[in-house]
């Protein structure tokens, strides 16, 4: 039998890489889209079929995680083996501008998703994965971080995120539904949306590598994250649902570095050497080292990188570190790509689109380049 997955936030970096995922494992998978006015599906139309082809496996539907009745309906009509819970306000600094609506998508749009499981009678059939993240440690009460480790969020996304945890583990536990939170720390890729703090950085320096931009507006560089890849995490995710019994898992490399490093990084990928000098909102990045090819528009001198407070936030998490080993010994998970290489893929990727900027631009034939960070 074709089993059948529902994903919400499947037009998300790790919507995206999780449909994959499932096709390539012969799921017939469903996602939930947001009508936008322009077109949002950049990340899916290479794994898209149009749904009049007899084989096509991936079908896409209209909703919303505030819209209780949309979100009832569609998992009415798709009979999910499985829900992955992806869709969310997942950006912390914005969480502060709207709070409200944050709470409403990441919080109260959990608790829609399981209630309509309950209510249709699904709970027996269902298996709910929740996307928890490593924001639940916030203020961190114990290093490296593990499942029982006590939470303190320090954002509006961090304490709707501890709703949709816990409301997961209740229904667990009410209803007996197999619900399970992956308590993800940050994973990127060349998908990630492009103002979460690694891809500003590798799409900021392309850009100015290739005479686009000049200058990257940056917060607090001294902010330390365990990143990893999103392709590693997203097996995860899969995996967590296809255990005898649900259960909660830390999921991370076991390994942090600063902003600081990550830009020191993206800029060696391009040829480009840094010299940080200053602190805190005084900072400056000063290229002290240019390899002409790759960066042909950065002078030996330029400054590169800038801190701009506007980029700080109300309430920082300033270090983040997972200990993944609960997944490793139960699950025989280990993530396979390093930040490195992740950093590396990232920054090729970012060339690239910046090359192809900077050719049109030259042959007058400019795109417009959005500077929104
Ligand atoms: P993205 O921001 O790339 O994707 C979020 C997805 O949610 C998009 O498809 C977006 O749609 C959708 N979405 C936003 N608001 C709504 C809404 N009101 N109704 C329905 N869908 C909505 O996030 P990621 O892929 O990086 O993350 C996936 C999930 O994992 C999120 O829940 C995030 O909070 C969580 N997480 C992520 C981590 C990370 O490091 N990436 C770490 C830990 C947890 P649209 O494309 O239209 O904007
Ligand atoms: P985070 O990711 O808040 O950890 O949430 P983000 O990449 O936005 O920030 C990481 C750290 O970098 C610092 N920083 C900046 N961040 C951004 N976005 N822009 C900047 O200019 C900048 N300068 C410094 C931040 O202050 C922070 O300390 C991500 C999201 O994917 C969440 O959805 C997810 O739950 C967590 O990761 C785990």
């Given at each position: 039998m074709t089993k059948r997955a529902?994903?919400?936030g499947i037009t998300g970096q790790d919507g995206s890489y999780l449909a994959e995922f499932l096709l390539e494992k012969g799921y017939e998978v469903h996602g939930i889209k947001r009508r936008a006015s322009l077109f949002n599906t950049q990340r899916i139309d290479h794994v898209y079929q149009d749904r009049h082809d007899q084989n096509a496996r991936l079908f896409l539907h209209y909703g919303d995680l505030t819209d209780t009745s949309n979100l009832t309906r569609i998992l009415c009509e798709v009979q999910p083996d499985e829900v992955y819970n992806l869709g969310a306000q997942s950006h912390v600094a914005v969480s502060f501008e709207a709070p409200e609506y944050t709470a409403d998508v990441d919080g109260i749009g959990t608790l829609r998703l399981l209630e309509a499981i309950r209510f249709l009678g699904l709970h027996k059939k269902t298996r709910f994965y929740q996307a928890s993240t490593?924001?639940?440690?916030?203020?961190?009460?114990?290093?490296?971080?593990?499942?029982?480790?006590?939470?303190?969020?320090?954002?509006?996304?961090?304490?709707?995120?501890?709703?949709?945890?816990?409301?997961?583990?209740?229904?667990?536990?009410?209803?007996?539904?197999?619900?399970?939170?992956?308590?993800?720390?940050?994973?990127?890729?060349?998908?990630?949306?492009?103002t979460f703090v690694t891809r500003k950085i590798t799409r900021g320096l392309a850009?100015?590598?290739?005479?686009?931009?000049?200058?990257?507006?940056?917060?607090?560089?001294?902010?330390?994250r365990d990143w990893g890849h999103a392709k590693d995490y997203v097996r995860m995710q899969w995996m967590m649902l296809q255990q005898e019994a649900p259960e909660d898992f830390v999921i991370a490399t076991g390994v942090q570095y600063s902003v600081r490093e990550f830009i020191a990084w993206s800029a060696a990928e391009l040829g480009i050497t840094l010299r940080?000098?200053?602190?805190?909102?005084?900072?400056?990045?000063?290229?002290?080292?240019?390899?002409?090819?790759?960066?042909?528009?950065?002078?030996?001198?330029?400054?590169?990188?800038?801190?701009?407070?506007?980029?700080?936030?109300?309430?920082?998490?300033?270090?983040?570190?997972?200990?993944?080993?609960?997944?490793k010994q139960k699950l025989g998970w280990v993530p396979e790509i390093t930040v490195q290489e992740m950093c590396a893929e990232m920054v090729a990727e970012d060339l690239k689109s910046a090359r192809r900027h900077r050719l049109l631009r030259e042959n007058g034939l400019e795109l417009p380049v959005s500077l929104e960070n």
């Amino acid at each position: 039998m074709t089993k059948r997955a529902l994903i919400t936030g499947i037009t998300g970096q790790d919507g995206s890489y999780l449909a994959e995922f499932l096709l390539e494992k012969g799921y017939e998978v469903h996602g939930i889209k947001r009508r936008a006015s322009l077109f949002n599906t950049q990340r899916i139309d290479h794994v898209y079929q149009d749904r009049h082809d007899q084989n096509a496996r991936l079908f896409l539907h209209y909703g919303d995680l505030t819209d209780t009745s949309n979100l009832t309906r569609i998992l009415c009509e798709v009979q999910p083996d499985e829900v992955y819970n992806l869709g969310a306000q997942s950006h912390v600094a914005v969480s502060f501008e709207a709070p409200e609506y944050t709470a409403d998508v990441d919080g109260i749009g959990t608790l829609r998703l399981l209630e309509a499981i309950r209510f249709l009678g699904l709970h027996k059939k269902t298996r709910f994965y929740q996307a928890s993240t490593s924001e639940l440690y916030g203020l961190v009460q114990e290093i490296p971080q593990r499942e029982t480790t006590p939470f303190h969020p320090r954002s509006p996304y961090a304490v709707a995120k501890l709703y949709a945890y816990w409301i997961t583990v209740n229904y667990r536990e009410a209803y007996g539904i197999y619900a399970c939170n992956g308590i993800l720390f940050n994973h990127e890729s060349p998908r990630r949306g492009e103002t979460f703090v690694t891809r500003k950085i590798t799409r900021g320096l392309a850009n100015i590598a290739q005479g686009l931009e000049s200058c990257l507006y940056m917060g607090n560089i001294d902010s330390m994250r365990d990143w990893g890849h999103a392709k590693d995490y997203v097996r995860m995710q899969w995996m967590m649902l296809q255990q005898e019994a649900p259960e909660d898992f830390v999921i991370a490399t076991g390994v942090q570095y600063s902003v600081r490093e990550f830009i020191a990084w993206s800029a060696a990928e391009l040829g480009i050497t840094l010299r940080f000098e200053g602190v805190g909102a005084e900072e400056r990045g000063i290229v002290e080292a240019v390899s002409g090819d790759m960066a042909p528009n950065v002078a030996p001198g330029d400054v590169i990188v800038r801190i701009d407070p506007r980029y700080f936030r109300p309430a920082e998490v300033d270090t983040l570190l997972g200990d993944p080993a609960r997944a490793k010994q139960k699950l025989g998970w280990v993530p396979e790509i390093t930040v490195q290489e992740m950093c590396a893929e990232m920054v090729a990727e970012d060339l690239k689109s910046a090359r192809r900027h900077r050719l049109l631009r030259e042959n007058g034939l400019e795109l417009p380049v959005s500077l929104e960070n």
